[in-house]
């Protein structure tokens, strides 16, 4: 009875005074937007980083000693490919390299300007770990074709299909050079380091990707680091512990500490999430100091209600349901912003709603307008009718 009585005066106030609550839900509406724009931002640069490297088809990545876990430091020739291959536990592996490259435009009467998409290229060994499944088209042929596999966003900005020929610009020396490859297949998002990336064999990536010295013999691969899966019932760290003792000047981790060390990956999850968290507590004195204003402005009415017999588990229900209802209403508003606005984004914004990201920032925002009205619960059960009436002394 309670319950409902406090439902009913909740809801009539509500609506004679609806500009007042629809204004508090407009400011948790917007910072509802807030939020979630934060919470898809900080998943979208957190999944450019980590993207190819968290879908490797393998258990451990392993580097040069000396490297310090940074891929663009480490760097190993085919001699260590027959080093790791010895160790027992070892199911494959596979040599992957790292640099960047132009996709110039497709058509060709732009391919003279010096226009065209920036892209990270990935060198991979056919049928090795590191080859990412292919969702359209085929795999390569060889480790030397003059084949390329884009990544899903790569193809979204370029426009590249399975069969196009498309030409990749080069610094080699001092002089662009251009290479023509095509695209046999179409993987799913391979982003590295907030790049889009394409993939090519590895022999094809030698001679293809920039270098300093022009001089410098293609024929011989190198590569920056080794993806290993482990044998079926061998544990990834007991193979890590098996590779760094038998091979001699490498170091082997698993993948999730592999992209956490990607250049800026932490520091751009840390500062993300502090905006988050100062953007909540923001969000909770907003509202919390919403509702001591209008609770101090109704001193008389709570008094007039404890005068003529109603309780305090009455005036507390009635306070709480208004803040829900007034919350809910602003992050319902808030999701539905977001999702509008972020339909409107182009593709290159970084931005990535995932299920549980949303889930855990709608449920803190549903969280901050009950915690923020704790102050003004108080406020209303600390109110004495005498005093509230103006005949208390």
Known sequence: MTVRLAITLALKEMLRNTPRFASISAVIALITVLILFLAGLGEGLALGNRQFLERIDGDLLVYQETADLQIAASQFDGSVLASIRRVDGVADLGALAFSSTVVEPLGGDAAASLEGERVALIGVEPGRPGLPAVREGRAFTSLDANEVIFGARAALFTGAEVGDVVTVRSTQGAVDERYDLRVVGIAGGQQYQISASILTPLATFERVRPRADAGVDPTRLLFDVVAVRAADGVEPATLKARIEREVRGVEAVDLVTAYTNVPG?????????????????????????????????????????????????????????????????????????????????????????????????????????????????????????????????
């Open 265 to 393: 990956y932490t520091a751009q999850e840390s500062t993300v999430n502090t905006q988050t968290f100062f953007t909540l507590i923001i969000g909770v004195l907003v509202v919390g100091g919403f509702f001591q204003i209008q609770t101090l402005q109704k001193v008389p009415q709570i008094g007039m209600l404890k005068a003529i017999g109603a309780g305090g588990g009455l005036i507390a229900w009635s306070t709480v349901l208004q803040i829900v209802f007034t919350n809910l209403v602003g992050v319902a508003l808030g999701a539905l912003g977001t999702a509008a606005l972020a339909a409107s984004f182009p593709p290159q914004v970084p931005i990535e709603f995932r299920p549980t990201n949303v889930g855990t920032a709608v449920a803190g925002l549903l969280v901050i307008g009950p915690a923020g009205g704790l102050v003004a619960l108080r406020a209303a059960l600390r109110v004495e009718p005498l005093t509230a009436l103006g005949l208390g002394k």
